[in-house]
């Protein structure tokens, strides 16, 4: 065996080494890869599914929100509505016919004759014409009247601004209901 033969043998056995480990370094890169591109994979799935569920929470959110404004406005709507009917029925106490004002005027004034010994009567300027026979006083108020006994300890209000304010607080939602159902 010659020195050529040593050398090619050398040689091939580390050409087969750099081979076989090269072959090895190409697996291993292979399987890296692929283990990288799995990870990657994963990550991309987690975060696509944080993603959605983020994006599934904002619209939960948002869609609430929207919702809650809505119930605002119709709440506002109706609540402004009522307005509107107690004003239009107030419009329409300071607007009813001497006949009928007279004529409620003095069941009032019976009512409150029940209640208390009249001294003083507080009603509306234009009114004061339909209590006589009582001291009457003027008063800011669209109609009825206020009665008080002569120690001025005790007032019954029978005014139509006080009995439309309590005829509000308390059939409200009667009249809630009666118009919205």
Do not use: H, P, W
């Not at 990550?43 to 944080?50: G, H, I, L, T, V």
């Amino acid at each position: 065996m010659g020195l050529e033969t040593v050398k090619d043998e050398i040689l091939n056995s580390a050409r087969e080494q750099a081979n076989s480990l090269a072959a090895e370094a190409r697996k291993e890169a292979s399987r890296t890869a692929r283990e990288t591109e799995n990870k990657i994979e994963g990550m991309r799935q987690k975060s696509d599914e944080e993603a959605k569920r983020i994006i599934d929470t904002i619209k939960r959110q948002e869609l609430a929100s929207a919702d809650l404004e809505n119930k605002k406005m119709l709440l506002e709507a109706k609540k402004q509505l009522i307005e509107n009917v107690f004003a239009e029925a107030r419009k329409r106490l300071e607007n009813l016919d001497d006949k009928k004002k007279e004529l409620y005027i003095k069941k009032l004034l019976e009512k409150a004759k029940n209640d208390i010994e009249i001294s003083i009567i507080y009603c509306n300027r234009k009114d004061a014409k339909f209590v006589k026979g009582f001291n009457a006083e003027a008063a800011g108020i669209i109609g009825g009247l206020m009665a008080e006994n002569m120690e001025k300890t005790i007032r019954v209000d029978y005014s139509f601004d006080t009995m439309l304010e309590n005829l509000k607080e308390t059939e409200l939602q009667n009249i809630n209901k009666a118009l919205f159902g």
